[in-house]
């Protein structure tokens, strides 16, 4: 959410209008440095690939790609202000002042308010601003009318009918269920600033590692989630992908010690025992947050488990 507003507001604001054509020309003299010197350094580091080890060519290259794009969207920055016509053939979706809003040229239009979009939860969930963004602007650019734009944003919701596996909450008692595909550090960062904003007592997360991931990856994934929540489970994962269930057991866990959190912990290995012993451990006002694994398999075990306590209810 954060680039895409900031990249909307530096085009729509135009910052450059202050300045003189030589300044412009300055700049663009200096925004080209970058892209020059990416350039070279990826040249070298692809050239010199055999004679160079993993870790500077992994650095090399990784410079040159940065500085490589910096320049280039200085330059792009830049063309646009030197040509305004550009900017008319192009349109730019920010989040704005509370609103998805449209840019085109120096046309604006406030499509929705945030809040009035049930995919973004009142506008906790800024992954979901993104998302809303990413539409809005490929419905817009195909044609698709504002109105019928807006009755999409204001309707469409994350049930597990529509979009399985993202952010799908299921209310069981007194404690709620939340099952998401969070599976990279990223992801898990940005699920954990969600419900950090959310009113629960007791924060509970069921683990699961991806088998493929590299170490450090997987190792990052314990610790973060041992910084979000309160009690942790970590089970087995459906794609161990060449690893063993220990090996990831193991690194997961060792990402939870270097947390330095001291939180409730503990080993499951498998899926439906781990959520249906967390379901009957977990107290009033407690989110249950699934990192979904195979989300038709947690999405059984949940109704299955929801629909024996139904059952049991009705037969007292």
């Not at 507003?5 to 604001?13: I, V």
């Not at 699961?208 to 009690?231: H, N, P, Y």
Request: charged fraction near 25%; glycine fraction near 10%; hydrophobic fraction near 45%.
């Amino acid at each position: 959410m954060a680039s895409n507003a900031l990249l909307g507001k530096l085009l729509s604001e135009h910052k450059l209008a202050d300045y003189s054509r030589a300044g412009l020309f300055t700049c663009g003299c200096f925004l080209i440095l970058p892209f020059v010197f990416g350039l070279w350094a990826l040249i070298a580091s692809l050239t010199y690939a055999r004679n160079t080890s993993d870790a500077d060519l992994g650095f090399y290259f990784s410079l040159g790609l940065v500085t490589a794009s910096l320049g280039l969207f200085g330059l792009f920055a830049l063309l646009v202000r030197l040509s305004p016509a550009w900017l008319k053939k192009y349109e730019l979706e920010i989040y704005e002042n509370g609103f998805v809003t449209i840019l085109k040229g120096k046309w604006k239009v406030r499509v929705e308010r945030v809040v009035n979009i049930p995919l973004t939860y009142g506008g906790r969930a800024e992954f979901m601003i993104q998302n809303a963004l990413a539409a809005t602007l490929a419905c817009f650019v195909h044609g698709v009318s504002l109105e019928d734009i807006r009755v999409g944003l204001s309707t469409f919701n994350s049930g597990i009918a529509q979009t399985p596996g993202r952010l799908n909450f299921v209310e069981i008692n007194d404690f709620t269920v939340l099952m998401d595909f969070a599976h990279n550090p990223a992801g898990l960062k940005a699920l954990g600033n969600f419900v950090h904003k959310l009113s629960y007592t007791k924060l509970t997360g069921i683990l699961t590692g991806v088998g493929d991931r590299r170490d450090e990856d997987l190792r990052e994934m314990g610790k973060i989630s041992a910084e979000i929540f309160d009690k942790l489970i970590i089970r087995k994962g459906n794609y161990l992908r060449g690893r063993s269930a220990e090996e990831v057991f193991g690194l997961l866990e060792e990402g939870v010690k270097e947390s330095g959190k001291e939180i409730e912990f503990k080993i499951v290995s498998e899926s439906e025992k781990s959520i249906f012993g967390t379901f009957d451990e977990a107290q009033k006002g407690e989110l249950v947050v699934i990192l979904a694994d195979s989300v038709s398999k947690d999405i059984a075990f949940v109704n299955k488990y929801r629909d024996q306590i139904l059952a049991d209810s009705q037969n007292t």
